[in-house]
């Protein structure tokens, strides 16, 4: 569940305690316009928030594991606004550690749930000042429940949902709507909405064999992928307070979106994904956009960026998470140097819309979450 973590292969000493920016001398030239952005990062032993300026090219980071708490082992990691939730689990009891990460105002709720051989959580979510949980019950069944919770006096409601589903995919919320996707007895995939005011479910959207992504766009609305075999979608967006359907645009697109939230976004006409690699390469992923209007798709090559980087500092690195931002144009990527045995190091990777990388910005700590702007 937890959000590109890479920390697989570092059960090994602290990292550095002071970071920086190295420019690469080969680097192609561009009008290089950084953007502003923050991000979520690790290292062996803590969990950071690091805030980049643009203009200064200046980053201030903080230790969220000495300053609040956050469990370097924590299970998921979700944003509401400037806000970002850490969930956790230790002696049979969910925690949760909120952060504003533009105030630094925080919130804790330890323990807020105990497990019990009832039910079986699946994931967790968060509205503003509610906490859901998809669960199994009874536990050891394939039954789908929704839990309500309100972690200030423990008060919840509890909705079941499916029978005996194949399988449950991670959650997203906006604007008073829980959105979850999920595979039913069938073999079809499902969307259930949720109305988080009214605690009842709005409306269950049933995809049969196609596989859906659920996004929110940059206006606001709801956004879904549907993959129908064959390199063959359709977008359908939706309006985030009726449901109405407001487009659907048929497109070709020779790439797998996985079910649940789309790792990506749209802005305008143009879908920004994470283009994952076909196997063996020894690059996982990278980014890549599509232009619905004319059809056309652009992966950035990142393998090449990858050796480039690579041999300038002489160390294996692989790609831990991805984000676009529209206002500069840019796409960050996180990065690790995988092969390091005594540091946990990484880095951002600021790579322009053309795909040349315009910046690269060292950290002593692995970056695996942007917080969205």
Same mark, same amino acid.
Request: aromatic share 12%; net charge negative; glycine share 8%.
């Given at each position: 569940m937890r959000p590109s973590h890479f920390l697989g292969f570092c059960l090994i000493l602290l990292a550095f305690n002071s970071c920086s920016k190295d420019s690469a001398p080969g680097i192609e030239q561009e009008e290089v316009i950084l953007p502003d952005f923050r991000l979520i990062g690790e290292d062996a032993s803590s969990v950071y928030q690091y805030s980049y300026d643009g203009?200064? +090219?200046?980053?201030?980071?903080?230790?969220?594991? +000495?300053?609040?708490?956050?469990?370097?082992?924590?299970?998921?990691?979700?944003?509401?606004?400037?806000?970002?939730?850490?969930?956790?689990?230790?002696?049979?009891?969910?925690? #949760?550690?909120?952060?504003?990460?533009?105030?630094?105002?925080?919130?804790?709720?330890p323990d807020f749930y105990t497990v019990s051989d009832e039910r079986a959580?699946?994931?967790?979510?968060?509205?503003?000042?509610?906490?859901?949980?998809? $669960?199994y019950s009874p536990k050891g069944s394939r039954d789908f429940g929704l839990r309500t919770l309100d972690p200030t006096d423990g008060s919840f409601t509890d909705l079941p949902i499916a029978l005996n589903i194949q399988q449950a995919y991670a959650p997203l919320y906006h604007r008073q709507r829980l959105m979850f996707t999920y595979r039913d007895g069938s073999g079809a995939y499902k969307i259930g909405i949720f109305n988080t005011e009214s605690r009842t #479910?709005?409306?269950?959207?049933?995809?049969?064999?196609?596989?859906?992504?659920?996004?929110?766009?940059?206006?606001?609305?709801?956004?879904?992928?549907?993959? #129908?075999?064959?390199? +063959?979608?359709v977008y359908q967006v939706l309006d985030i307070e009726t449901l109405d359907?407001?487009?659907?645009?048929?497109?070709?697109? @020779?790439?797998f979106l996985p079910p649940g939230p789309l790792q990506g976004s749209v802005f305008g006409s143009t879908l920004f994904y994470t283009n994952f690699l076909a196997q063996p390469s020894e690059v996982p992923f990278g980014p890549a956009y599509f232009n619905f209007e004319t059809n056309t798709n652009f992966m950035i090559d990142i393998i090449e960026i990858i050796r480039q980087v690579e041999d300038e500092t002489g160390t294996e690195v692989e790609p831990t998470a991805i984000r676009y931002y529209e206002e500069t144009e840019t796409f960050?990527?996180? $990065?690790?140097?995988?092969?390091?045995?005594? @540091?946990? @190091?990484?880095?951002?990777?600021?790579?322009?819309?053309?795909?040349?990388? +315009?910046?690269?910005?060292?950290?002593?700590?692995?970056?695996?979450?942007f917080i969205r702007p």
């Amino acid at each position: 569940m937890r959000p590109s973590h890479f920390l697989g292969f570092c059960l090994i000493l602290l990292a550095f305690n002071s970071c920086s920016k190295d420019s690469a001398p080969g680097i192609e030239q561009e009008e290089v316009i950084l953007p502003d952005f923050r991000l979520i990062g690790e290292d062996a032993s803590s969990v950071y928030q690091y805030s980049y300026d643009g203009s200064s +090219q200046t980053g201030v980071e903080a230790n969220l594991t +000495q300053n609040l708490g956050v469990d370097p082992l924590y299970l998921t990691l979700r944003q509401v606004g400037e806000v970002v939730s850490f969930y956790s689990f230790a002696s049979n009891r969910f925690s #949760l550690i909120q952060l504003n990460s533009l105030t630094g105002q925080s919130a804790a709720f330890p323990d807020f749930y105990t497990v019990s051989d009832e039910r079986a959580i699946t994931w967790g979510a968060n509205s503003e000042d509610l906490i859901f949980l998809g $669960y199994y019950s009874p536990k050891g069944s394939r039954d789908f429940g929704l839990r309500t919770l309100d972690p200030t006096d423990g008060s919840f409601t509890d909705l079941p949902i499916a029978l005996n589903i194949q399988q449950a995919y991670a959650p997203l919320y906006h604007r008073q709507r829980l959105m979850f996707t999920y595979r039913d007895g069938s073999g079809a995939y499902k969307i259930g909405i949720f109305n988080t005011e009214s605690r009842t #479910l709005m409306v269950t959207l049933d995809f049969n064999s196609g596989i859906p992504n659920i996004l929110i766009d940059d206006l606001g609305n709801i956004g879904i992928m549907i993959g #129908l075999g064959n390199s +063959q979608f359709v977008y359908q967006v939706l309006d985030i307070e009726t449901l109405d359907l407001l487009s659907e645009t048929p497109f070709t697109l @020779e790439v797998f979106l996985p079910p649940g939230p789309l790792q990506g976004s749209v802005f305008g006409s143009t879908l920004f994904y994470t283009n994952f690699l076909a196997q063996p390469s020894e690059v996982p992923f990278g980014p890549a956009y599509f232009n619905f209007e004319t059809n056309t798709n652009f992966m950035i090559d990142i393998i090449e960026i990858i050796r480039q980087v690579e041999d300038e500092t002489g160390t294996e690195v692989e790609p831990t998470a991805i984000r676009y931002y529209e206002e500069t144009e840019t796409f960050l990527v996180g $990065y690790a140097h995988a092969d390091l045995r005594e @540091e946990v @190091e990484g880095g951002v990777l600021v790579i322009s819309k053309t795909g040349l990388l +315009q910046e690269r910005i060292a950290l002593p700590f692995v970056p695996t979450f942007f917080i969205r702007p």
